[in-house]
Each structure stands twice: as C-alpha cells, then as structure tokens.
C-alpha cells in the first residue's frame, strides 16, 4: 500500500525587520532642523485657513516633514476616492471619544483646493468628531498631496471588506487617472492588487455583487497593465463587465438549483468553483479574457439537474455573500 507523501509547507513571506535601533531619526533630532520652504508655506496656510500650527517635525522613520496642526473641523473632508462611510462604526466611535472626552487619534490631511483639506486616513474619526460637534480637528497635514494616493494601505481604522476595498481601490484609479497618464503597473503600491480596480467596476454597476466569489479567480488571471492608465482604465471596465455577465450565468444557475430543493449558503460558490477550469491549469496567469470566456461557456452549460445534495454538502469556503 502506498504511503501518502507528506504536503509541502507554503512558503511564507518574511517580514521586513530592520535592525534595532538602526534606522531614522533619534528622537532629539525630530525638530531639530529648519523646515524647508515647502514645510513654512503649508504652516502658513494652516494659519491662514483658520487653522494654528502645533509642530513642525522630521518623521522618525524616513526622516520627512510633516505638519502637528488643528484644522477647523469644517474644512476638513475625505478624499473624494475613500470608502463609504460605515454610520454604526462612527457612532461607536463617537461614544468612545465622548467617554474619554479626549480626541487623542490625529487624522492624517494633505492641503487641498479651495481652502479645504482632504483626509485620506481618518474618515470615520473625522465623522465622529462632527457628530460630537467639535469645532476642531487634530491632523498631521502632509506637505505632499500625492502621498494621499498612497496611504490607503495604512488606512486601518475600520478593516475593509471587499467590496469596500475594490470600490476606494477603483476611485483612486479614475482620480489618478485625470492627473497622470503613467502606465497602470507603475502603480501597483498605490493600489496594491490589480483585481480591486476591475471589481470595484463590477460594484460601482452592480452593489450586490458577489465578488468574493470571482476574486480567487482574479488574483490569477487579472495581472497589473502595461498600458497608461486611462486607456488601463477602459479595459478594466470591458473586464469588469464580462464578469458581470459571467454573474448573471452564475445567478440562473444557482436559482435552477434551488428550484431543485438545493438550501445553501454556498451554492454560488459551488456553481463557480464547478465551472472553474484553473485548477487543471499549470501555467502561472493565464490570458484574462480566454480564462473568463471558457469559465463562461461552462456556466452557460451547466445543469442544475446534475447536480447532487451530496455534493453540494461537501462545499466548504465562505459564503458568496459576505461583502
């Protein structure tokens, strides 16, 4: 009898650790030098909106300015680009600031026009503090606009689900886009998976679509572009709606099996993972538009009545439904 070979451990990605106390700035030297002039107009202009400059100051990890201020609270909004906001998580949030009675999570803000200043990171902190009436707002104000398109990834203050994430991730690309015509994959930090641009497309057509269905699918085929970013953009959106297309096949076919009797809360997730054809696929990305036209002749050709309740038991993974 053969014996099973033992699984192969996934490698796992390290960490990146520096040695301690080797890098940036000792804490003395934080406010230890003269601001450059970029730094003085900004601390300038806060003042001049209303605003008072608290610290002026070097980051204590890449040694680069930033601006302590309070910012009069109406003149302060969210990127245009940024994720909805969550009502339930700013009033549980704003219980937990009016407890305390003390704002002690600065927002982060870069200047923006018309007087105004766009927070990238602090949404639901900044709506909090309207809801509790405060006139004022702490920020870091960055004296450079274009680290607002880069610090969506450490916009950790609400944990984004998919829908969420693709939708900001789409925002973003649409807004760079009117501003640089660099190619997409110069991109990738800023938006950090090429898959969230083309569901957030799907979203922004359909706000109940099941993207944690397709995104398996998408990590694989769905590669950053070599072409600038508006012309990107179009092809995303073609994407997008062969997916959205793909849905519709998948949608008759998950209410074919419910007509069946089938009750799960992994049906779509079954229909898509029995039309999907990766798994016996070796090589590495596959073309996008022959992996998304052979899954959608499969769902085109599936029947409902091939299917057992056994099989459908055995599903496992997350339901389809989650975002």
Not at 23 to 35: K, M, S, V
Not at 96 to 107: C, E, N, Q, S, V
Not at 159 to 165: I, M, T, V
């Amino acid at each position: 009898m053969a014996t099973a070979k033992p699984k192969k451990k996934r490698a796992t990605k390290k960490r990146r650790v520096g040695d301690k106390g080797t890098r940036g700035l000792d804490a003395t030297r934080l406010d230890a030098a003269t601001p450059p002039v970029a730094v003085e107009s900004l601390a300038k202009r806060i003042a001049d909106d209303g605003g008072a400059v608290l610290a002026t100051y070097r980051d204590p990890l890449g040694s680069k300015w930033q601006v302590l201020a309070a910012l009069p609270i109406d003149i302060v909004e969210p990127t245009p680009y940024q994720r909805d906001l969550s009502e339930a998580h700013v009033d549980k949030l704003s219980v937990a600031i009016d407890k305390l009675d003390r704002f002690l999570d600065p927002i982060v803000a870069v200047a923006a026009d018309g007087g105004k200043y766009w927070s990238p990171n602090g949404y639901h902190r900044l709506g909090a503090m309207k809801q509790l009436g405060a006139k004022a707002i702490v920020a870091i104000v960055v004296p450079e606009p274009e680290v607002a398109h880069k610090i969506l990834a450490l916009n950790t203050e609400k944990a984004h689900n998919l829908r969420e994430k693709s939708l900001e991730v789409a925002r973003l690309a649409e807004s760079l886009a009117t501003l640089d015509d660099r190619p997409e994959k110069e991109y990738a930090a800023e938006f950090e998976e090429s898959a969230f641009i083309t569901l957030g497309f799907c979203y922004k057509e359909n706000g109940r679509f099941s993207g944690g269905a397709y995104h398996p699918i998408l990590r694989r085929i769905d590669q950053f572009l070599g072409a600038k970013l508006p012309a990107a953009l179009e092809v995303r959106k073609a994407r997008a709606a062969k997916l959205l297309e793909l849905n519709e096949y998948v949608n008759e076919a998950v209410k074919g099996l419910k007509a069946k009797g089938l009750e799960s809360p992994y049906l779509k997730a079954f229909v898509v993972a029995r039309v999907n054809h990766l798994r016996w696929v070796k090589e590495k990305h596959p073309d996008f538009d022959d992996t998304i036209e052979t899954i959608l002749k499969a769902a085109k050709r599936f029947n409902p009545a091939n299917v057992k309740a056994d099989q459908v038991a055995r599903t496992g993974g997350a339901p389809s439904s989650e975002e």
